[in-house]
């Protein structure tokens, strides 16, 4: 059983920051892309930014130079550092990884609960 859990969200002010992380346990054998997705009242989920276990990025264009995604292979875990935070960022934030499970050749996709991000004026 593979298990995401995130944490780091919460209520800032415009032009503040936040970390988010995203750790996954469970019987893993590997993590191909690590990203982060967003939801805000009354409108779809939308892509933030992922990173593949080759190390390449991808960014909504609203947060490139604002956010940064990185991940710790080692601890499984991937990380949103958000910078300069305005109102319009405000969502749930939702970690979502390709991970293969011991014993499966295929890789599946694995969400986290979410986490609520409200940015204030």
């Known amino acids: 059983q593979v298990q995401l859990v995130e944490s780091g969200g919460g209520l800032v002010q415009a032009g503040g920051s936040l970390r988010l992380s995203c750790a996954a346990s469970?019987?893993?054998?590997?993590?191909?892309?690590m990203g982060w997705y967003r939801q805000a009242p009354g409108k779809q989920r939308e892509l933030v930014a992922t990173?593949?276990?080759?190390?390449?990025?991808n960014y909504a264009d609203s947060v490139k130079g604002r956010f940064t995604i990185a991940r710790d292979n080692a601890k499984n875990t991937v990380y949103l550092q958000m910078n300069s935070l305005k109102p319009e960022d405000t969502a749930v934030y939702y970690c979502?990884?390709?991970?293969?499970?011991?014993?499966?050749?295929?890789?599946?996709?694995?969400w986290g609960q979410g986490t609520q991000v409200t940015v204030t004026s």
């Open positions: 469970g019987s893993i054998a590997s993590i191909n892309v």
């Open positions: 990173l593949t276990s080759g190390g390449n990025t």
């Open positions: 979502k990884e390709d991970i293969r499970p011991h014993g499966s050749p295929w890789y599946q996709n694995y």
